[in-house]
């Protein structure tokens, strides 16, 4: 390693627990890597956690989570922010630069409920929650029965509209849950092939300002090269469709070795016209198979379901 850490360095992450819990896990590594440096966390409240009652597809998106964090290093107050990667915009503002993806937790989704063991064994009309329109038309489409109502706020406050009645179930990120110790919350997970992830769902990203080389070269060991290619293919196929949450839109790639396979879905919110498809190519060409794959969407009336999301979405 060429570059010498500094005496300090800042992690901006917002403060609910899973993203503390993130924020300390990259102290950790950065703290075994350079025990000379002094890490701190800035904690912080961004617009994405005080808007809690309407969907995120209608007050911003993806970017209500960073916003604040990205000013604070411009300010110089922080110098890297910690991100789960799904929160992360598929186009970075200027002056922003990803400096790591860490190795990917269970990128599935998590079946949460008191009474029930699986989406199979939910009664006729039972109300699930969700805060994804990605998972909201994969349940709509096989099960036409269930109610479908949003879900907002941080992981434990989900928990705890599950627990109060309010919901027969809930889905979340498994990835979540494990990291905050509570894998027995999880009655069952939901595989890919039921439920196509979002674009990288269970990995971690750290930001800094481009430019900060010396940041970069401190950071590089922290990269993680399957994942970091896996998200890049993924994060594509969004990019293609407008990289927004705004539409009900999945991808998931898997490596292996030197070949990568990828998934992708896109869909109407009520899941009545979805397409879908998959492909392979080298993973050291990421974007090329993201590319691929959209464009084989696409052929299947992708255009068409992105612009009946966005009539429902102005109805």
Known sequence: MNASPPSKLVIASRESRLAMWQAEHVRARLAALYPQCS?????????GDRILDRALSKVGG?????KELEVAMTERRADLAVH??????????????????LEREDPRDAFVSNDYAS???LPEGAVVGT??????????????????????????TRLGKLDRGEYAAIILAAAGLKRLGLPQRIRGFIEPEQSLPAPGQGAMAI??????????????PLNHAATEQAVRAERTV???????????????????????????????????????GEASGPALEPEAL??????????????????????????
């Open 119 to 121: 989406l199979d064994d």
């Open 84 to 101: 789960s990667l799904k929160d992360v915009p598929m186009e970075l503002p200027e002056g922003f630069a990803l400096a790591a993806v």
């Open 62 to 66: 993806k970017g209500l989570f960073v």
């Open 290 to 315: 993201g590319t691929r794959i959209a464009e084989a969407l696409k052929s299947q009336g992708a255009d068409a379901i992105l612009a009946a999301c966005k009539a429902m979405d102005a109805g």
């Open 131 to 156: 805060s994804s329109l990605r998972r909201q038309a994969l349940i709509a489409a096989r099960y036409p029965g269930l109610v479908i109502r949003p879900l907002r706020g941080n992981l434990d």
């Open 39 to 47: 890490i701190e966390i800035l904690g912080m409240t961004t617009q």
């Open 238 to 276: 969004s990019r293609v469709f407008g990289g927004s949450c705004q539409i009900p839109l999945a991808a998931f790639a898997s490596v292996d070795g030197d070949a990568m396979r990828l998934r992708a879905m896109v869909a109407t919110p009520d899941g009545k016209r979805i397409a879908q």
């Open 207 to 220: 930001e800094i300002l481009d430019g900060r080389d010396d940041l970069m070269a401190l950071l590089a």
